[in-house]
C-alpha cells in the first residue's frame, strides 16, 4: 500500500582490478501497527555516491526463522529520473502485526537481467494498423495537437494479476479501467480489447463508460463549481518509467498549463505494484505564481450507486453501467463494478456536490499559498466478474474499501543495522 521511502547508507565497495564492485546493507523493518502487512511496497533510495557506483542489480533477502537462513525475494532496481543511473531498490514484504523483519540488500554493478517473473504489465502503442501497433516508452506533443486516437488504446496501460488501468493521452487525461475474470497478465495479448475468442478463454474487458466525468480518481483542475480539463498547455508528455518485474510506473507531464490566472507544471505519476489492485497516484505541481485555487478528483456516479464516505478523504461507489455506452446494449452486457479513492486528509479543502461525480476538492488546507503543490493519493476498484474476488456487492466492497483506508495509515518503520 503505502510506499516506504528511506536511503541506504553510505557505504561504496570499489572496484578493484577490473572487477564488478558490490555493497551490502542489512535493516530491520517493523510493523508497529496490529494490522498484517502482505505484499507491502518498500522503496530505497540510493545515496548519491550509490548512485555514482552505477548500480545495476540488486539481491534481496529476507531473514526465515524457521529455516535459520536468508531466503531471497524478487526485487527492482528503477531509473524514473531518465538520467540512465539507477536510483530505487523496490521490493515487497510481508510483515505481520507488531513483528519485525530482517532484511539483507545487495548492491551490485553486474546486470542480471529476467531473474524474477513478471507481476506487472506496461505497454503504449503507436496504432499502425497495417503493419501492427508499434511500442513506445515516451511522447511528448504540444498542447494543441490531439494524438488521442493514433494510440492503439489512446494511452499507456498498465496491470497487476489482479486489475488493468489505462489513462487518455487528451485534455482529460482521464483513467479508464478493464476488469478481469482470472488472475492473470493479459494486456498485452489483448492490448485492451479483447477478442471473441478472448472472452470465450475467460479474458477480461474495458468495464467503464468514463464519458466526460472523473470516472475513477482522475485529478482534474476546478473551474466555475466542476471538473474541468488540463488545458490549454504548451505541452503534453505520457511516458512509461517502469515496467517491472515488481512495478509500474507511469507518468504524466503538462507544461505550462493555464489554469486560473496561474502559470502550472503538473506531474502525475501513476504507480502499480504486483499483487495489487490499488495504484498510487504522486501529484506534483509548481506555479508560476502561488497556488491559491483548488484542484478535484472523484467517482463517476454508475448507474444504481451506492455510495460510501467518510467525509475526510475516502470515498466509494458500487453499481453498474454500460462500458460502450448506453447505445450498445445489443454486444456488451451491464458491467458490475466498484471504484475508491482515498486522499490524504490534510489535502481535502472540499467535498462539493455535483450530479456525475463525486467530489473532493484537492489543495494545501493550511493554504500556506506555496508555489508548489505536492501529495499523494490512492485508487482502486474491483470488477463483479472476478473469480477469486470477494467482492460481489456493496457491503463486501466497502468493508474492503474501509480495511484498505486503514492500512493506508499505517506505515513500516525501517531502521539499518550497524
Not at 478463454?201 to 488540463?230: E, Q, V
Not at 490512492?378 to 470488477?383: E, G, K, P, R, W
Amino acid at each position: 500500500m503505502r510506499t516506504i521511502i528511506t536511503s541506504l547508507a553510505s557505504l561504496l565497495c570499489l572496484s578493484i582490478m577490473g572487477q564488478s564492485a558490490s555493497e551490502q546493507l542489512t535493516y530491520t523493518i517493523g510493523n508497529p501497527s496490529k494490522l498484517d502487512k502482505s505484499n507491502e511496497p518498500v522503496v530505497l533510495t540510493l545515496t548519491p555516491e550509490q548512485q555514482a557506483a552505477n548500480y545495476l542489480s540488486a539481491t534481496v533477502c529476507v531473514w526465515d526463522e524457521d529455516t535459520q537462513t536468508d531466503v531471497e525475494i524478487p526485487s527492482q532496481l528503477d531509473d524514473l529520473n531518465g538520467d540512465g543511473v539507477n536510483e530505487e531498490v523496490v521490493f515487497l514484504l510481508d510483515v505481520p502485526g507488531r513483528e519485525e523483519r530482517k532484511v539483507t540488500v545487495e548492491l551490485s554493478q553486474t546486470a542480471k537481467p529476467g531473474r524474477y517473473p513478471a507481476q506487472v504489465f506496461a505497454e503504449m502503442l503507436l496504432s499502425d494498423k497495417s503493419k501492427g501497433h508499434k511500442p513506445i516508452q515516451s511522447l511528448t506533443v504540444p498542447g494543441n495537437v490531439n494524438v488521442y486516437n493514433n494510440l492503439h488504446h489512446h494511452g499507456p496501460a498498465f496491470e497487476s494479476k489482479l486489475v488493468a488501468y489505462r489513462v487518455y493521452f487528451d485534455e482529460r487525461q482521464t483513467v479508464d479501467i478493464y476488469g478481469k475474470r482470472k488472475q492473470q497478465l493479459e494486456i498485452e495479448q489483448t492490448q485492451f480489447y479483447p477478442t471473441p475468442d478472448h472472452l470465450a478463454n475467460g479474458y477480461g474487458d474495458d468495464i467503464l463508460w468514463a464519458g466526460t466525468t472523473c470516472a475513477l480518481g482522475t485529478f482534474r483542475g476546478y473551474t466555475d463549481n466542476k471538473p474541468s480539463y488540463i488545458q490549454p498547455v504548451k505541452s503534453r508528455t505520457e511516458s512509461i518509467l517502469a515496467y517491472g518485474p515488481l512495478r509500474t510506473v507511469v507518468e504524466i507531464h503538462d507544461e505550462d498549463w493555464q489554469y486560473e490566472g496561474n502559470k502550472l507544471d503538473l506531474t502525475l505519476r501513476y504507480t502499480l505494484y504486483g499483487e495489487h489492485r490499488d495504484v498510487q497516484v504522486d501529484v506534483c505541481i509548481k506555479g508560476e505564481k502561488p497556488i491559491s485555487k483548488p484542484f478535484c478528483t472523484g467517482l463517476i456516479k454508475v448507474d444504481n450507486c451506492q455510495t460510501y464516505t467518510d467525509h475526510i478523504g475516502t470515498a466509494a461507489v458500487w453499481g453498474d453501467n454500460w462500458p460502450a455506452g448506453k447505445k450498445d446494449t445489443l454486444n456488451r452486457k451491464k458491467e458490475v463494478l466498484g471504484m475508491a479513492v482515498s486522499i490524504p486528509q490534510r489535502h481535502v479543502v472540499g467535498e462539493p456536490d455535483n450530479a456525475e461525480n463525486m467530489l473532493y476538492l484537492l489543495g494545501d488546507k493550511a493554504r500556506s499559498l506555496s508555489k508548489e503543490l505536492s501529495f499523494t493519493y490512492y485508487i482502486a476498484f474491483a470488477s463483479d466478474k472476478e473469480e477469486q474476488s470477494k467482492m460481489h456487492s456493496a457491503d463486501s466492497w466497502f468493508e474492503w474499501v474501509k480495511k484498505w483506508e486503514q492500512q493506508l495509515k499505517s506505515t513500516l518503520e525501517i531502521k539499518k543495522d550497524e
